[in-house]
């Protein structure tokens, strides 16, 4: 089966940076077309020279990437530097990049992209705000019909928010964008909360990492090291919840994980709820099903996945 060409809409972030990274390691599955970078973890300039480092640090300084939306649509940017750090990617000592930025607008890299690729053959792969997905559904509408799936991490119904008490931060920061997309009608797979919290690199895991023993495997137990901070003081939990590499993860081996098509409405509406990823998921509503929502994985099938992979690069 030839590989699935996709888009990585991204605001790198460690854990973006290790979905990026699995994708870069696994040709067979995945052909990256490009990187469109946005605002959300840390502002636009750090999330493009993020995405640009760890393209070079996976050896593959020909991949596109392009610089997006450096505020949500209509809101307040909100960034999140006390998750990840002030650079977004810190953690690591990593150099900078000496690959370009692509010219031009990321928004129109992926417009262009799907009026030059047949219908239903790209893959959209969202792991930040949805600013850019959404900026492209306004100014060319009719790609939402080219668009093969949107495979993106956000959201959350049983685990509620880890921004506000109800939102998750790449719905919060932008949920006019996700308004915008939730009600495309493009075939959605959302990885929320409820499934990436359970994808937990506890301290087996990330020694895995480490006896890789390459800059990559480094790289990303440094990474971790760093990012569970956040987490374990405020969940308790085991380790660091890997959001975004689910979503690469979904398209090598969509089979790790198991949810339910449902209606999942944005609350734009009321500042309590901002954000919230409304997900009928006992179906008590009319509201037609529009998403796949993740709500499970195996675990250990992810990170055996995911560790082969990486030591890959
Ligand atoms: O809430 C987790 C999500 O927000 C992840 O994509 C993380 O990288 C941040 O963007
Ligand atoms: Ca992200």
Redesign the pocket.
């Known amino acids: 089966m030839s590989p699935r060409k996709i888009i990585i809409d991204?605001?790198?972030?460690?854990?973006?940076a290790v979905a990026i990274l699995l994708a870069l390691a696994s040709p067979e599955e995945i052909d990256v077309l490009g990187i469109s970078c946005v605002a959300?973890?840390v502002p636009l300039a750090l999330t493009c020279k993020n995405a640009l480092i760890i393209c070079e640090l996976a050896g593959r300084p020909d991949v596109p990437v392009y610089a997006g939306s450096e505020q949500p649509i209509s809101r307040r940017l909100v960034t999140?530097e006390h998750?990840?750090g002030e650079t977004g990617l810190n953690g690591p000592v990593l150099p900078d990049p000496k690959m370009p930025l692509q010219d031009g607008h990321a928004v129109d890299f992926i417009i262009d992209t799907l009026r030059r690729e047949p219908p239903n053959t790209v893959t959209l792969c969202a792991?930040?705000?949805l600013t850019n997905v959404a900026k492209a559904l306004q100014k060319a509408p009719e790609i939402a019909d080219r668009i093969q799936e949107l495979v993106l991490?956000?959201g959350?119904y049983f685990e509620v928010g880890?921004?506000t008490p109800t939102a998750?931060?790449?719905i919060y920061?932008d949920p006019q964008a996700a308004e915008i997309v939730f009600k495309s009608g493009i075939p959605i797979v959302v990885f929320p909360?409820d499934v990436?919290h359970k994808a937990l690199v506890t301290k087996p895991r990330n020694d895995a990492f480490r006896a890789l023993a390459t800059p990559v495997g480094n790289a990303v137990a440094e990474m971790t090291d760093f990012f569970e901070r956040f987490d374990k003081s405020k969940y308790d939990s085991e380790g660091a919840?890997l959001?975004?590499p689910c979503v690469t993860a979904y398209i090598i081996a969509s089979d790790i994980f198991s949810g339910r098509h449902v209606n999942v409405e944005i609350e734009t509406g009321s500042e309590l709820t901002m954000g919230m990823t409304v997900a009928d998921w006992w179906d008590v509503t009319d509201r037609p099903a529009n998403a796949l929502f993740i709500g499970d994985l195996d675990a250990d099938r992810f990170f055996d996945l995911l560790t082969a992979r990486l030591a890959r690069l």
């Open positions: 991204t605001d790198p972030g460690q854990d973006d959300g973890n999140a998750v990840h792991l930040g705000p991490m956000g959350a880890n921004i998750e931060f790449n920061v909360l990436t919840p959001h975004d």
